[in-house]
């Protein structure tokens, strides 16, 4: 008797249901409308389920990755990342996948992202918000093997050589994504929320379920930035399906704030609909491999010997030649 694993017996099943006409929980046998961040449909079946989604699998230039401050390699020919500070109106939806906001199409008004590793103009067109079930488990990327509570990510696409996001998340130089970590506003305020994450949040409790969209007042991209001109990047790739590995990836060095009340709105989302809610809504995908690529960052390590270099955590600092993370007494 042969015994198979219990996730490739589990998938095996999955595809003879679909083969054989029967309907599964996902609703339809498109690859697009039962995908997940866990479960027999989650990361680590990407790569299989869909031979368009191989990268998923077989990449070696994917993403989120771990950011390891001892690896970071100083360029001191990146420039400063600029965002269009022209208000733009959207629509956040639950797709019962991931939370995304995408631009409203019809209307004139671009934002466009440019400078920092950028060679061209890409134009900002949606924008995920990546959480976990609890705080140390919420951003894609890590820290040094350390989570943050969530994680904003802007894409953009390049307008210059492609007229679409779609299209170009599968053609070289495509995508730039930036990050931006997301930590808990502190009780007394003293780091308070982001006014632009407060109006995404606002209807929240409006899309709880699958499918379910709203309008969000006109918010600055931005104003989602924290204040700080550092940053890390690297050359990876989208962090859904099909993991194309097109994007150039810029991290900022500082995270956003958002209130504690926010926050569990958030992990109020569901996957499925009204009627059968399945589980929370979770769509965090494991960091990848990083295969020998390098980390770039515009901190310069040297100028850190007599005073603090910014940093994500408030009591961190590096210092240079150690290029290790420092805790303040």
């Known amino acids: 008797m042969i015994y198979l694993p219990f996730n490739t017996l589990c998938l095996s099943i999955f595809f003879l249901c679909i083969e054989s006409g029967v309907r ?9 409308t039962w995908w997940l961040y866990n479960g027999v449909s989650g990361p680590a079946f990407w790569g299989l389920i869909n031979p368009q ?6 990449g070696r230039r994917q993403s989120p990755i771990n950011i390891e401050p001892s690896r970071l390699l100083y360029d001191p020919q990146l420039r400063p990342i600029h965002i269009d ?68 990510q802007l894409y953009g696409f390049n307008v210059e050589l492609y007229s679409n996001l779609s299209d170009a998340q599968q053609k070289p130089n495509g995508v730039a994504a930036v990050s931006i970590m997301i930590r808990v506003a502190d009780e007394d305020m003293t780091k308070p929320p982001n006014s632009e994450l407060q109006t995404l949040a606002t209807v929240l409790k409006e899309i709880t379920f699958r499918n379910q969209s709203a309008v969000v007042e006109p918010i600055s991209v931005h104003g989602l930035l924290p204040e700080t001109d550092y940053y890390m990047t690297y050359e990876g790739s989208t962090t859904h399906p099909g993991c194309w590995e097109t994007v150039t990836w810029v991290l900022f060095n500082k995270p ?15 996957q499925g609909t009204p009627t059968a809610p399945k589980t929370q809504l979770w769509n965090v995908r494991p960091t990848q491999h990083l295969h020998h690529r390098t980390v770039r960052t515009n901190i310069n390590f040297a100028q850190a010997q007599a005073k603090k270099c910014p940093t994500m955590h408030k009591e961190t600092y590096y210092k240079a030649n150690l290029w290790r993370p420092q805790v303040i007494p």
């Open 24 to 32: 599964a929980d996902f609703g339809t046998a498109a690859w697009e």
């Open 53 to 58: 989604w191989n990268l998923c699998s077989k």
């Open 85 to 152: 500070k022209t208000p733009i109106r959207g629509v956040l939806r639950n797709t019962g996948q991931t939370l995304v906001l995408t631009v409203d199409r019809a209307s004139p008004v671009r934002v466009n992202i440019s400078g920092g590793p950028l060679t061209y103009r890409y134009q900002f067109e949606e924008l995920y918000i990546r959480f976990g079930p609890e705080d140390v488990v919420g951003s894609e990327h890590l820290i040094q093997g350390i989570a943050f509570p969530a994680e904003l």
């Open 256 to 270: 956003v704030y958002i209130s504690r009340k926010n926050m569990y709105w958030l992990r109020q989302l569901k």
